[in-house]
């Protein structure tokens, strides 16, 4: 006799995006956003995105700063950015899985071309509404880095633009001067 | 003879081949939408009531007047793969066979698109996609900023007119349409 598998019920609605951005099965490289109700699908870096993302990476880990890919919850949005750096105590509160509330997040960095999300906003409002402190866009098309400051309500209030390849001195409690990108 | 050679942009991630493949294979739940928007697969979930009674009603109108049309029409654009609120042509057009999930936009009147709670593509991406498609009319109807925008005179990346009216208001349809969609709201 065979058993009949037990097909799991549906934990929730699945009709919902909110439920759907967690159960979608997507191929290696790939992340999903959740961005006022819609669902973005794009891939994760590679090439020469990962290229400039490595680079910083490394920068982060010489200073004593952990950077990992992982998915904020942030009240705009569901985001994944390119890296979130934490200070290495940040593991011993295990954040668990899924979806981070990013209270404890020292900056956040997404290196892109051209990303919708990016252009329009939304992901930088994102950031600032979870009152993450720093975020760093890093634009390859534009060849320029971007460092925003000083969240208020739903946005940053500072922001410096600086050519891709200038050095980008960061504030407390980082302290340190990443150097920028050059090819 | 000098072969010229594309060279790969710094827009690479966003043209991988996997978008593309990945778009036709997901597996979304009923009523789900996916379309490619600029190198995204976009995932929108099924539309509200108020959302199908713009739809009720547009078709509505555009059908008594001898016009096709499908809710569900993939096209083709230099933007990606979209999928159109409303897909409005002769009944020539719907009578090609292309065999693809999403085809060229060739012969197409008119696209409608009614925003729901992330209007953003509709009025920026989808706008541009479907001007350098040619698509001769684009309406929007942007229930968020609560106006219905006609655009129309596609040329190199956009529309070079964009007619805005209260959401409600009678929208006037130039030629081939020749008429004035009223009552669209169910």
Excluded: C
Excluded at chain 1, 113 to 126: C, E, F, I, N, P
């Amino acid at each position: 006799v065979t058993k009949p598998i037990a097909k799991p019920e549906p934990a929730d609605d699945w009709s919902e995006p909110e439920q759907l951005v967690d159960t979608l099965d997507l191929p290696l490289g790939y992340k999903a956003e959740l961005v006022e109700g819609t669902i973005i699908i794009r891939p994760t870096a590679s090439g020469g995105r990962l290229s400039v993302k490595m680079s910083f990476t490394r920068q982060f880990f010489r200073h004593g700063w952990d950077g990992v890919m992982v998915g904020l919850a942030t009240p705009t949005g569901k985001f994944v950015p390119d890296l979130t750096v934490v200070d290495p105590g940040y593991w011993e509160n295990d954040p668990g899985k899924g979806w981070l509330i990013p209270d404890r997040i020292a900056m956040v960095m997404d290196v892109t071309s051209s990303d919708a999300l990016v252009d329009r906003g939304l992901r930088r409002q994102g950031y600032a509404a979870a009152g993450i402190p720093l975020y760093l866009f890093v634009d390859r098309r534009r060849k320029e880095t971007v460092l925003f400051g000083k969240p208020e309500d739903n946005d940053y209030t500072v922001s410096v633009w600086r050519p891709i390849s200038e050095p980008i001195p960061l504030p407390e409690p980082f302290s340190f001067t990443l150097e920028g990108f050059t090819t | 003879m000098q072969d010229v050679m594309e060279r790969p942009s710094v827009t690479d991630e966003q043209h991988s081949p996997g978008s593309e493949e990945f778009l036709d294979s997901l597996d979304l739940p009923p009523g789900f939408k996916a379309e490619l928007i600029e190198g995204d697969i976009v995932v929108t979930p099924a539309p509200d009531e108020e959302h199908e009674g713009y739809f009720a009603g547009v078709n509505r109108q555009l059908s008594a007047r001898g016009w096709w049309l499908s809710g569900t029409y993939g096209l083709v654009t230099p933007l990606g793969k979209f999928q159109p609120d409303l897909t409005v042509a002769r009944r020539e057009f719907f009578a090609r066979r292309e065999h693809k999930s999403y085809r060229s936009p060739d012969g197409v009147a008119l696209v409608v698109e009614i925003t729901s709670s992330n209007p953003s593509n509709d009025r920026d991406s989808k706008r541009r996609g479907y001007a350098r498609a040619k698509i001769p009319l684009y309406l929007l109807i942007d229930r968020k900023a609560e106006r219905t925008v006609l655009f129309s005179e596609p040329t190199q990346g956009d529309y070079a007119v964009a007619d805005r009216q209260p959401i409600g208001e009678p929208i006037p349809l130039p030629e081939p349409f020749a008429f004035t969609l009223e009552d669209y709201l169910a």
